[in-house]
């Protein structure tokens, strides 16, 4: 027999989801089979599956230890030890939430089963400081709130409590959270611009076609840049997101004829082949720079009016000072700053 007293993260959902969470590899008639022979129990009574867990409920499994464990999925990379170390730039952490600095060429979360993405780092380090058991993770997944492309950096939220997960997830799809980048765009910019469009993929090619005019599949897109500095045939932009779709800035701006400087997918090859040999540069000079939090009560109050600030990589700000782009905008706190 084993018992499980629920726990904050677990609380707030349907018994038979967490059992599936739990025994991730038993089919759900084997939980249903067993709820209803009172193998499973909740707080000593027997359990249809649809009651809603609380704090300190109490589920027992009278099942064998070979049973359980036969039906329990074994994760890798949960071990602190097995998840290479990576110095994560936090920019702000708290009881619930953490906001990390994502370098270039780091996924977001995992595109393949084998990848580590800044999700997997992000478990290790909760593990290693001891933010989190080994037995939490079997119920609940610390994870990423919004996603970066590969090669773009910058500020990266995440939930560390289910309550925060949540709350600040559904802060991204209401897009009550403003979000802005900076990007060295080629050409010269003068006036900013509110422009909208839509967005078709293409999982082929892992692409996106900006049109004007709706198609079928396309998902509309809306975004706003205004330039802070103009340099030598390159323009520093501030770009407010206010959708967020696939690769939607990259293709934004190419459309208007500015794409930005190291984007194979969507830029010039030629000025990308320049900066590579000059730079080195192998991705697109894309930062996720600023995150405004609105006014927020709950869970996520700490946060309330807060603005968060991620400065540029060191290899962004070189190139923008070589190509005489205003140093005063490249200068970004680390961190939290009051709005």
């Known amino acids: 027999m084993r018992e499980i007293i629920i726990r904050p993260n677990e609380a707030g959902q349907r018994l038979d989801k967490f059992l599936t969470k739990y025994m991730a590899l038993a089919p759900k008639s084997f939980f249903y089979k067993m709820l209803r022979k009172k193998n499973i129990t909740l707080n000593g009574r027997k359990a249809t599956g649809q009651e809603k867990l609380s704090v300190n409920d109490t589920v027992k499994l009278f099942l064998s230890d070979e049973t359980i464990d036969k039906f329990t999925e074994k994760k890798t990379l949960h071990q602190p030890a097995d998840i290479p170390p990576a110095d994560l730039d936090i920019l702000y952490e708290d009881r619930h939430t953490i906001f990390i600095n994502k370098p270039v060429g780091m996924l977001s ?85 509110h422009i909208s469009g839509f967005l078709t993929k293409d999982p082929r090619t892992n692409t996106v076609i ?14 706003e840049y205004r ?15 206010i959708t967020g779709k696939t690769h939607q800035i990259r293709a934004h701006l190419a459309s208007q004829g500015h794409p930005i400087i190291g984007d194979y997918k969507y830029g010039d090859r030629k000025i990308n082949d320049r900066y590579r040999s000059e730079y080195g540069l192998t991705s697109q000079l894309l930062h ?29 700000q070189r190139i923008c000072e070589d190509k005489k782009i205003q140093r005063s905008f490249l200068k970004w706190p680390h961190g939290v700053q009051e709005d």
Request: with cysteine; charged share 20%; glycine share 6%.
């Open 109 to 193: 979360q995992k595109a393949a089963k084998n990848d580590i993405s800044l999700v997997e780092y992000m478990i290790g380090y909760l593990l290693k400081s001891r933010q989190i058991t080994e037995e939490e993770l079997c119920t609940f997944h610390p994870s990423v709130c919004n996603r970066l492309d590969r090669n773009t950096s910058g500020i990266v939220a995440a939930g560390k409590t289910l309550a925060a997960l949540q709350e600040l997830s559904e802060m991204f799809r209401e897009r009550s959270v403003k979000k802005y980048y900076l990007c060295l765009a080629a050409g010269t910019v003068t006036q900013g611009a």
């Open 227 to 241: 330039p802070l500095s103009t340099g030598d045939n390159v323009t520093l932009l501030e770009v407010h997101l």
């Open 288 to 316: 996720s720079v600023r995150l405004c939090i609105p006014e927020c009560t709950g869970t996520l109050s700490g946060l309330s009016g807060k603005v968060l600030t991620a400065p540029l990589p060191e290899l962004f």
């Open 210 to 223: 900006y049109s004007t005019s709706m198609t079928k599949g396309a998902a509309r897109i809306e975004t």
